[in-house]
């Protein structure tokens, strides 16, 4: 292309608090419509925001995962624009003043390669309302459940360069406001959003182009799809000597295409000033340390220690620390299995294959998987011991996941335990030995792939009981002797 794209984000994450940011109300999603209200939330006059201590503290933790200085000072202010679901006249965000900038997130590219997308700033805020457009009449229903409900905007600066790199900044900070516990990311419910700002330059050009807002994108696919879409109107407004209009668009994911939505405003526009009702936030040195002290290790840290400590590959790293909740499944297993490079491999093998497929097949999440971390190392244990094959081990797995039975009560309840007794399959291979006179010929003759017929005759005539180094042992011993 002869042009350079330019992409910043604004992310706006839901903190996963009980209440609303400035009154008692529930943040619970579903409720019937304006349920979950109040006096403050729906700007009725004479009425006061107090302000939700656990947002701030979420909000904190954000910042500090994302690489940002926190502010240990810093405010509300008043965003003055008019909207149907916003009650009050005007949005409580932070702007002179937010609780944490000068940021970073690295992100992983497609080609294995990384790169570093700062973040300028993240603010807390409230949500506003929501407008239902009734489909068979001119009309719009107010719902005012959300309005109040905690955001974060999370700024980036304008370093991405492709719908590629712009998705996976989203990605990756979804990944990390659910690993530490502050957002549950559902972005079908509007947890998580993303408002990206493109712009295109002509290449080696240093000021940016004029911008257009993508707004309220709330899935992955969306995001990139409609960074693309922008890129390619703008790139054919300016190759056909057009200019591109600073606005705000929305897009429709059905018909794949953005529609303009009103003239994008600058910061001027919304009048910002303090928030007369809201003291100044202070977060003092003990609790920083609080908040600091209470975040997980986070997923790049534990990536590095799978890889590092553990020798997995990075691939695996990767699957493994996709949620928080499967890598803490994972580290429970090894906490009671063993973490040898050999043993995590085999742990990883389990966790991303059997584990991740019953969660797939049945619909279940890891609260409530049948299989615990702590019987997933059971099983690994008797692999581990060549008491069961692993071929044995898939077919215990079943059974623990359908009874909820230890690997080792299964084990023994249905005699399943390997055969490793040498002169027990010796004579099993002696025998067959003797009835297949014409394929140990063939076999001593050069057909090298009729191992494959006697080690499966073996392990049928030992009803897959037999432990499989012993019978290719024998076998090797006797054919090649």
């Avoid at 897009?251 to 405003?265: G, H, L, P, V, Y």
């Avoid at 995590?344 to 991740?356: D, E, I, P, T």
């Avoid at 497929?357 to 997933?376: E, F, I, K, R, W």
Wanted: aromatic share 6%; charged share 25%; with cysteine.
């Amino acid at each position: 292309m002869e042009y350079e794209v330019v992409i910043g984000l604004e992310i706006h994450a839901q903190l996963k608090t009980n209440t609303k940011i400035f009154c008692g109300c529930s943040t619970a999603f579903g409720a019937e419509p304006n349920s979950q209200t109040c006096p403050v939330c729906t700007g009725m006059p004479g009425v006061l925001p107090v302000l939700n201590k656990t947002a701030v503290a979420y909000a904190a933790k954000a910042g500090i995962a994302t690489n940002c200085t926190i502010n240990r000072v810093n405010r509300f202010a008043r965003k003055n624009y008019f909207y149907p679901d916003l009650p009050l006249g005007y949005q409580i965000t932070q702007f002179a003043l937010p609780i944490a900038e000068h940021g970073h997130l690295d992100i992983e590219l497609s080609d294995g390669s990384t790169k570093r997308i700062g973040i300028t700033r993240i603010h807390m805020e409230n949500d506003a309302g929501k407008l239902n457009h009734d489909p068979m009449r001119p009309i719009s229903l107010v719902n005012l459940n959300r309005a109040g409900v905690p955001l974060i905007e999370i700024v980036s600066e304008p370093d991405m360069r492709s719908a590629e790199e712009a998705g996976a900044l989203v990605r990756k900070m979804h990944q990390l406001v659910r690993h530490i516990g502050v957002c549950d990311g559902n972005m079908e419910e509007g947890s998580l959003r993303c408002d990206a700002n493109v712009s295109l330059r002509p290449r080696g050009q240093k000021e940016f182009g004029t911008r257009t807002e993508m707004k309220n994108l709330n899935s992955f696919r969306n995001i990139e799809r409609a960074i693309r879409y922008e890129i390619n109107r703008q790139a054919d407004i300016l190759d056909n000597g057009g200019e591109v209009i600073q606005e705000t668009r929305l897009w429709n994911a059905d018909k794949e295409i953005s529609t303009s939505m009103r003239s994008k405003e600058d910061a001027h526009d919304y009048r910002y000033f303090p928030d007369p009702d809201l003291l100044p936030v202070v977060i003092d040195d003990a609790w920083y340390d609080e908040i600091a002290g209470g975040l997980p290790e986070l997923p790049d840290a534990m990536k590095r220690r799978y890889v590092e400590e553990l020798g997995l590959p990075a691939a695996d790293a990767e699957v493994l620390t996709s949620s928080i909740e499967l890598a803490t499944y994972f580290d429970a297993c090894l906490a009671s299995f063993g973490t040898k490079p050999k043993q995590a491999k085999l742990a990883a093998n389990w966790v991303m294959g059997s584990v991740l497929a019953l969660l797939h097949t049945d619909g279940m999440d890891l609260a409530n998987v049948p299989v615990s971390a702590p019987m997933l190392a059971g099983l690994l244990a008797l692999i581990e011991s060549d008491v069961i094959s692993g071929t044995m081990a898939k077919t215990v797995f079943d059974e623990m996941a359908a009874s909820g039975k230890e690997a080792k009560v299964i084990v023994d309840e249905k005699g399943l335990a390997q055969v490793s007794d040498t002169s027990e399959i010796e004579g099993v291979v002696d025998k067959l030995l003797a009835d297949n006179p014409k394929e140990v010929e063939a076999f001593r003759g050069g057909k090298k792939k009729l191992m494959g017929f006697f080690v499966g005759q073996v392990m049928k005539a030992t009803k897959g009981k037999g432990n499989p180094k012993v019978v290719n042992q024998l076998l090797n011993e006797k054919l090649n002797g």
